[in-house]
């Protein structure tokens, strides 16, 4: 299992924390996504065949592309 951090600097509301716990946890492999509107950061719990790249595919096609 690994855990990595996501910077969502567009997360603005709460219905942007639901939208991506909901589309994030869809992914298979992923076991638990934990958006925070505060912080503007996502942690995500996941293995194969999630990856990285996949979580970060996802969140730009939701239009909430992660950064640095
Ligand atoms: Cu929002």
Redesign the pocket.
């Known amino acids: 299992m690994t855990t990595q951090e996501f910077n969502v600097p567009s997360?603005?509301?709460?219905?942007?924390?639901h939208?991506i716990e909901m589309e994030l946890s869809d992914l298979e492999g992923v076991e638990k996504v934990k958006a925070d509107l505060d912080s503007k950061k996502v942690q995500v719990e996941f293995h194969e065949p999630a990856t990285v790249e996949k979580i970060t595919d996802t969140l730009k096609e939701i239009n909430y592309p992660p950064e640095e």
């Open positions: 997360i603005h509301c709460q219905h942007c924390v939208t």
